[in-house]
């Protein structure tokens, strides 16, 4: 019969639990590979948000077909914001891809 150590812990504080120092090392190894597992879980989606593609101004003014005025005003409304590197402004290709993908246009 498996006890949920927790809810026990839980519902009576003041009880007194005995376990197998075997069953202690399993119940942490276990705990430690979960929390291993989430952590390289967490690492990949930060490496994959780190490595996503940069445009710069020139680019995705060329990638629209739009002129310089209009991705002025894009920024300015919220339409396509840019990710400031130092004092430039890059564009994100998924944010891009997104937008010509709403409007119909080809990637």
Known sequence: ME???????TQCPDITISIKASDLLAAGRT???E??????AN???RS???SEQLLSREETMEKFRI?????WR???CGYLVPVKVGSMDRYR???????LAQKGGAL
């Open 3 to 9: 006890v949920n150590i927790i809810e026990l812990a």
């Open 74 to 76: 894009w920024k300015k």
């Open 35 to 40: 929390i291993l597992e989430e952590l390289r």
């Open 31 to 33: 705990l430690k590979d």
């Open 48 to 50: 994959s948000a780190a």
């Open 43 to 45: 690492q990949e989606d």
């Open 67 to 71: 002129s310089s005025a209009t991705i």
């Open 93 to 99: 290709l998924s944010d891009i891809n997104a937008l």
